[in-house]
């Protein structure tokens, strides 16, 4: 028998969970996404150099990843005039052609770990109030 991986595990649990459940897990889900979206939009910083100002702010948006439920991808997908994305130069910084540095401008990730922390609690709050629903104590 094939060992399954920790990914598949946790996708055989989400896929076990009654219908009502798991739709209350994505809805919540999907909820928390959209806030962490609008929070790293709020930190993005808005440069005058760019095209359009306000194009990396504008350009994180989030997706539901296909055949993984409850799972979604935030990205951010600003280009320069060459066709590259730039945000990674943004939040770690980067030299610029002449040698100097340019310093990081992080907006993605600490704003990440700073929602993460009780993230799971607030997804799973909607299921436990439907169990407690449906297998109600004494």
Same mark, same amino acid.
């Given at each position: 028998?094939?060992?399954?991986?920790?990914?598949?595990?946790?996708?055989?649990?989400?896929?076990?969970?009654?219908?009502?459940i798991?739709?209350?897990?994505?809805?919540?889900?999907?909820?928390?996404?959209?806030?962490?979206?609008?929070?790293?939009?709020?930190?993005?910083?808005?440069?005058?150099?760019?095209?359009?100002?306000?194009?990396?702010?504008?350009?994180?948006t989030? *997706?539901?990843?296909?055949? $993984?439920p409850?799972?979604? #991808? +935030?990205?951010?997908? &600003? =280009?320069?005039?060459?066709?590259?994305?730039?945000?990674?130069?943004?939040?770690?910084?980067?030299?610029?052609?002449?040698?100097?540095?340019?310093?990081?401008?992080?907006?993605?990730?600490?704003? *990440?770990?700073?929602?993460? $922390?009780?993230?799971?609690? #607030? +997804?799973?709050?909607? &299921? =436990?109030?439907?169990?407690?629903?449906?297998?109600?104590?004494?």
């Open positions: 028998m094939a060992r399954m991986t920790n990914l598949e595990r946790r996708i055989a649990r989400m896929n076990s969970l009654p219908a009502q798991q739709a209350a897990v994505e809805d919540q889900l999907k909820v928390e996404v959209d806030d962490m979206v609008a929070a790293m939009k709020r930190a993005a910083p808005v440069s005058a150099f760019e095209q359009r100002s306000g194009e990396l702010r504008d350009s994180i989030a *997706y539901p990843v296909q055949g $993984r409850a799972s979604w #991808r +935030i990205i951010v997908k &600003a =280009r320069d005039e060459k066709g590259r994305y730039y945000g990674s130069y943004v939040e770690f910084g980067h030299n610029k052609p002449d040698g100097s540095r340019v310093p990081a401008d992080p907006f993605f990730w600490p704003t *990440y770990r700073a929602r993460k $922390r009780g993230l799971r609690a #607030r +997804i799973l709050r909607p &299921a =436990r109030k439907l169990i407690r629903e449906m297998f109600p104590r004494g």
